[in-house]
C-alpha cells in the first residue's frame, strides 16, 4: 500500500511539473519573434478585449516585441485607458504603427507604446474630449484627459540627459481646446514622439532592427469573434431595445409569454459578452435583477405605477449602463470621473427611447390582431376572483358615466359601477379608492376614467 502511494505521488508531481512548464513561453532557440495586433476600428469594449487577447498570445508564444497595427479616430475614453494601461504593463516592448490614424483615443494608446513609427501621410494627436455630437466637453473632462495624456508620458522616464522620453507637456497640449496639437510624421519625429517612418509592418521591423524573425499575425478563434461582434455596440443597443419592448409588452398584457421571454434573451445577450470581458461585475447583474423583480412586483401584484415600479426602473436602467463602464475609471486620481459613463448613458436612453417608441407603435398594430393572440400566453380570469365578462355593448354603456374606483388607480385598476367591477385606467393622474371617476371612452375591454372633484 506504501509503494503504490509513493508511486501515485511521483506520478502526481511528474504531472504538476510539466503542466506548469506548458503553461509558460518555452525557451526559444533561433530568431525572435514579432507579435502583430491590428485596431483598425472605433476604439470600445471589443477592441478592448481585442488588445487583450493579443497581449496574452503574444506572452504565450513567447513573442519578443509586439507591434500594434494602429488606425483610429478614436473612440471611449474609459476603453481607451484600459488599453493604455495593459500597454503600459506589457512584458516586452510594444511598438505603435501607425497607419493612418491615430486621433483621440488613438493618441493616448499610442503615446503609451514604447515606440511609435508613423506611415507617410499619417496623423496623431487632437485628444479633445468631445460628446455624442462633436460638442466640446466642459473644462473637468478635459482635465481628466490631459492627466492620462500627461501620465502615460512621464511613464516612460526621462533619457540620459535627463529630457523626457516623452515630454508631458507635448502630450498634455493634444488636448487643448484653445489649439488642439496634431502631428504629422515628420512634427512627431521633431517633437521626439516618434521613432521614424515607415509603410509597412516589414519596415517597422527594419527599424527595430531584427534582421531574420517570425512575424505572428492575431488569429482570433470563431468563439472569440462572435463574443467581439456581440460586443459593437450596435447589437448592445439592439440587446437593450429588446429588453425594454418585452417588459413593455409584458406590461401590456401581463403574463409570462412572448415578450418576457423576448426581454430575458435580450438580458443574456447583453450582459453575457460583457460578464466574460470582465465588465460586467456580479453585483451589477444582482441589481438589474432585483430591479427586474420589482417591476414584477408593479405589474402582477400591485398593478400601476408606484413605487416599486420606479424603484425597480432605476435599478434596472442603471445596471444596464454600469455594466458597459470600467469601475476602476470611476474613481480617477481622487476624483469622480463622470465622464466614462457619458457613452452608456447615451446607448441605453436612446435604446431605451427607440424601443419604447417602437413598442408603442407596434403594441397598436399587433394587439387588436388575432395572429399575435398564437403568441401571447392566455390567462384565464374567473368571476370569483372578481373579474367579469361584458359585452362591448355593456361596456360602451359605461362611457359617459360616473364610476367609484374600487382599488388604487396608478394609473390602472378597478372601478365599480352598477354592482359590477370592470377594469379601467386613468386617462392621466392617479386616484384612490372610492374616489368618484367619470368614463371618457372605452378601448380593448377597459374603461378610460378622469377624476371628478370630489
Given at each position: 500500500?506504501?509503494?503504490?502511494?509513493?508511486?501515485?505521488?511521483?506520478?502526481?508531481?511528474?504531472?504538476?511539473?510539466?503542466?506548469?512548464?506548458?503553461?509558460?513561453?518555452q525557451e526559444k532557440h533561433g530568431k525572435d519573434t514579432v507579435y502583430v495586433i491590428e485596431i483598425r476600428q472605433n476604439i470600445d469594449n471589443s477592441s478592448m478585449r481585442k488588445?487583450?487577447?493579443?497581449?496574452?498570445?503574444?506572452?504565450?508564444?513567447?513573442?519578443?516585441?509586439?507591434?500594434?497595427?494602429?488606425?483610429?479616430?478614436?473612440?471611449?475614453?474609459?476603453?481607451?485607458?484600459?488599453?493604455?494601461?495593459?500597454?503600459?504593463?506589457?512584458?516586452?516592448p510594444v511598438v505603435a504603427f501607425v497607419d493612418l490614424q491615430a486621433a483621440s483615443a488613438g493618441a493616448l494608446i499610442s503615446i503609451a507604446c514604447d515606440s511609435i513609427y508613423?506611415?507617410?501621410?499619417?496623423?496623431?494627436?487632437?485628444?479633445?474630449?468631445?460628446?455624442?455630437?462633436?460638442?466640446?466637453?466642459?473644462?473637468?473632462?478635459?482635465?481628466?484627459?490631459?492627466?492620462?495624456?500627461?501620465?502615460?508620458?512621464?511613464?516612460?522616464?526621462?533619457?540620459?540627459?535627463?529630457?523626457?522620453?516623452?515630454?508631458?507637456?507635448?502630450?498634455?497640449?493634444?488636448?487643448?481646446?484653445?489649439?488642439?496639437?496634431?502631428?504629422?510624421?515628420?512634427?512627431?519625429?521633431?517633437?521626439?514622439?516618434?521613432?521614424?517612418?515607415?509603410?509597412?509592418?516589414?519596415?517597422?521591423?527594419?527599424?527595430?532592427?531584427?534582421?531574420?524573425?517570425?512575424?505572428?499575425?492575431?488569429?482570433?478563434?470563431?468563439?472569440?469573434?462572435?463574443?467581439?461582434?456581440?460586443?459593437?455596440?450596435?447589437?448592445?443597443?439592439?440587446?437593450?431595445?429588446?429588453?425594454?419592448?418585452?417588459?413593455?409588452?409584458?406590461?401590456?398584457?401581463?403574463?409570462?409569454?412572448?415578450?418576457?421571454?423576448?426581454?430575458?434573451?435580450?438580458?443574456?445577450?447583453?450582459?453575457?459578452?460583457?460578464?466574460?470581458?470582465?465588465?460586467?461585475?456580479?453585483?451589477?447583474?444582482?441589481?438589474?435583477?432585483?430591479?427586474?423583480?420589482?417591476?414584477?412586483?408593479?405589474?402582477?401584484?400591485?398593478?400601476?405605477?408606484?413605487?416599486?415600479?420606479?424603484?425597480?426602473?432605476?435599478?434596472?436602467?442603471?445596471?444596464?449602463?454600469?455594466?458597459?463602464?470600467?469601475?476602476?475609471?470611476?474613481?480617477?486620481?481622487?476624483?469622480?470621473?463622470?465622464?466614462?459613463?457619458?457613452?452608456?448613458?447615451?446607448?441605453?436612453?436612446?435604446?431605451?427611447?427607440?424601443?419604447?417608441?417602437?413598442?408603442?407603435?407596434?403594441?397598436?398594430?399587433?394587439?387588436?390582431?388575432?395572429?399575435?393572440?398564437?403568441?401571447?400566453?392566455?390567462?384565464?380570469l374567473k368571476g370569483d376572483e372578481g373579474w367579469v365578462g361584458v359585452e362591448t355593448g355593456s361596456i360602451a354603456g359605461c362611457v359617459g358615466q360616473e364610476v367609484t374606483a374600487?382599488?388604487?388607480?396608478?394609473?390602472?385598476?378597478?372601478?365599480?359601477?352598477?354592482?359590477?367591477?370592470?377594469?379601467?385606467?386613468?386617462?392621466?393622474?392617479?386616484?384612490?379608492?372610492?374616489?368618484?371617476?367619470?368614463?371618457?371612452?372605452?378601448?380593448?375591454?377597459?374603461?378610460?376614467?378622469?377624476?371628478?372633484?370630489?
Open positions: 500500500m506504501k509503494k503504490i502511494l509513493v508511486t501515485l505521488v511521483a506520478i502526481g508531481a511528474f504531472i504538476s511539473y510539466f503542466s506548469a512548464v506548458s503553461a509558460y513561453p488588445l487583450s487577447l493579443g497581449l496574452e498570445d503574444a506572452q504565450a508564444k513567447g513573442a519578443d516585441y509586439i507591434i500594434l497595427h494602429l488606425d483610429t479616430y478614436g473612440g471611449a475614453v474609459d476603453a481607451a485607458d484600459s488599453m493604455r494601461k495593459a500597454i503600459l504593463h506589457a512584458p516586452v508613423m506611415r507617410p501621410g499619417a496623423s496623431m494627436g487632437a485628444a479633445t474630449v468631445v460628446n455624442q455630437n462633436g460638442e466640446v466637453m466642459p473644462d473637468k473632462y478635459q482635465s481628466f484627459m490631459r492627466g492620462m495624456m500627461r501620465s502615460t508620458a512621464e511613464a516612460h522616464g526621462r533619457r540620459a540627459d535627463g529630457t523626457w522620453f516623452r515630454d508631458p507637456a507635448i502630450a498634455e497640449k493634444m488636448v487643448d481646446t484653445a489649439g488642439v496639437l496634431s502631428f504629422t510624421p515628420d512634427e512627431a519625429i521633431e517633437a521626439r514622439y516618434c521613432e521614424g517612418k515607415a509603410e509597412s509592418i516589414d519596415e517597422v521591423v527594419e527599424h527595430i532592427g531584427l534582421e531574420e524573425c517570425e512575424i505572428i499575425h492575431q488569429e482570433l478563434s470563431p468563439l472569440e469573434r462572435f463574443i467581439l461582434f456581440m460586443m459593437s455596440p450596435v447589437l448592445q443597443g439592439i440587446f437593450l431595445m429588446m429588453i425594454i419592448g418585452g417588459i413593455y409588452f409584458e406590461v401590456q398584457s401581463p403574463g409570462l409569454g412572448l415578450p418576457s421571454i423576448i426581454a430575458i434573451l435580450g438580458a443574456v445577450l447583453y450582459f453575457s459578452p460583457l460578464y466574460i470581458h470582465g465588465l460586467a461585475m456580479n453585483w451589477e447583474i444582482v441589481m438589474f435583477v432585483i430591479g427586474l423583480i420589482l417591476l414584477g412586483v408593479e405589474i402582477f401584484v400591485t398593478p400601476g405605477f408606484g413605487v416599486a415600479g420606479i424603484i425597480g426602473a432605476i435599478l434596472s436602467l442603471g445596471a444596464l449602463i454600469f455594466a458597459m463602464v470600467d469601475n476602476d475609471l470611476l474613481y480617477f486620481e481622487g476624483h469622480l470621473n463622470l465622464q466614462v459613463i457619458l457613452t452608456p448613458c447615451a446607448i441605453v436612453l436612446v435604446s431605451t427611447v427607440l424601443a419604447l417608441i417602437l413598442s408603442i407603435w407596434g403594441a397598436s398594430k399587433l394587439f387588436p390582431k388575432k395572429s399575435f393572440s398564437y403568441i401571447a400566453q392566455k390567462t384565464e374600487a382599488t388604487e388607480m396608478c394609473p390602472s385598476g378597478k372601478v365599480e359601477y352598477g354592482g359590477r367591477q370592470y377594469e379601467a385606467v386613468m386617462e392621466y393622474g392617479s386616484a384612490s379608492t372610492g374616489d368618484r371617476l367619470k368614463v371618457i371612452r372605452a378601448e380593448g375591454g377597459r374603461l378610460y376614467c378622469v377624476r371628478l372633484s370630489q
